[in-house]
């Protein structure tokens, strides 16, 4: 349901319910915490189009409001016991040629065996590879199936991704993507061209989308198994799906990392570590207010689409300690990212996507 186990001392009653097309999240008995919309989809201009789901069209839709989020992040914030400021590797630099030295060259790229050879210093130059792989892993667990605020997760998930993708593409990078859940898991890999953007919109939508299927077989290639996803651990399929992260990248690659990360142990961690070595790492954390703060004191209905539960949060030190594990998970996400120099930011359900992103990651 939420990001963190809800306190046991707070549940108040559990019953079964008949499955619903989508998480009610947490409603008061004013209804003061109403959830999103419980409605299907029915295209893209359906009224639930981006909240609890999101259609290709409205993905696409994103293109040109993209290009004021340019990929040209230049400083990030990544402190031990004090800041300093790592710019991102950016594209390759790949050899050009050898000149005569100029005034102004950086010393460190004189050619001392030409130097040697022809008794005059020289200078290589270098120039910026045309395009950078730029891979985005999203999360589409049932976890991330959920909001009480703005949208769902996923929906906020898929439209950063897209929005990420639209921006890699105006720069002409190759784009890819890494997408996965409980039971299932695509790889597209790095490609040129307005096709490889529309070819990951369209796995985003479909997955996006599939919690509202009542029919197996309807989302081709996305079918679950009979098997209850959450028998699998979570932090084992944080991990895999990482592993085949590290396995499709190449070095020098951007990685957008989408997610509540929910599962992230220190197995995950190693493989974060590896992938910071030769790439560029953003992680990009998506919350929503429940998960951070319990409502204010009352009884509140939650349901998972498959049971649903109520929860008496008039206990203090209850709510104290929800709020608590939120605040040291955080804590660790962001401690772990300036120790690896990778960059971190979160996002909130709530929150106005594009004024996050441009407040947040695109630092110019």
């Known amino acids: 349901m939420g990001f963190f186990s809800i306190p046991r001392s707070i549940f108040r009653s559990s019953q079964s319910s008949a499955p619903r097309s989508s998480v009610e999240g947490a409603k008061t008995r004013e209804n003061a915490h109403a959830a999103p919309p419980n409605n299907t989809v029915g295209g893209s201009g359906h009224a639930a189009d981006g909240v609890i789901s999101v259609s290709a069209e409205h993905l696409i839709g994103l293109r040109h409001v993209a290009e004021s989020l340019p990929l040209k992040i230049t400083k990030v914030r990544a402190l031990q016991s004090g800041q300093y400021y790592s710019p991102f590797r950016g594209r390759g630099m790949e050899f050009d040629e050898v000149r005569l030295y100029q005034p102004g060259d950086d010393v460190r790229s004189l050619d001392w065996r030409v130097t040697a050879r022809r008794g005059e210093p020289h200078t290589k130059l270098f120039r910026e590879e045309r395009e950078r792989a730029v891979l985005v892993w999203v999360d589409f667990r049932l976890p991330m199936f959920f909001a009480t605020r703005g949208a769902f997760k996923s929906v906020i998930a898929a439209k950063a991704a897209a929005l990420l993708a639209w921006s890699a593409h105006h720069q002409r990078d190759r784009i890819g993507g890494l997408l996965f859940s409980e039971n299932y898991h695509q790889e597209l890999r790095p490609k040129n061209g307005k096709s490889a953007v529309l070819h990951l919109l369209q796995s985003l939508a479909t997955l996006s989308q599939f ?14 198994s009979s098997n209850d996803p959450f028998s699998r651990n979570q932090s084992e399929v944080c991990y895999q799906a990482l592993a085949r992260l590290r396995r499709v990248s190449k070095p020098g690659s951007l990685l957008l990392l989408i997610s509540d990360f929910r599962g992230i142990d220190e197995q995950s961690e190693s493989l974060l570590t590896q992938l910071s070595r030769h790439n560029d790492v953003v992680m990009l954390s998506v919350h929503d207010p429940l998960e951070k703060t319990l409502p204010p004191a009352g009884v509140y209905r939650l349901t998972d689409q498959q049971k649903s539960l109520a929860i008496d949060t008039s206990d203090r030190y209850a709510r104290q300690q929800y709020q608590t594990r ?22 909130s359900t709530e929150e106005n996507l594009i004024d996050a992103l441009q407040r947040k990651i695109f630092i110019k």
Do not use: N, W
């Open 211 to 224: 919690h509202l299927r009542d029919r197996p077989g309807q989302v081709a290639s996305v079918s679950p």
């Open 326 to 347: 939120f605040d040291q998970h955080m804590e660790y996400l962001k401690d772990m990212c300036k120790r690896h120099r990778m960059h971190f930011t979160s996002l």
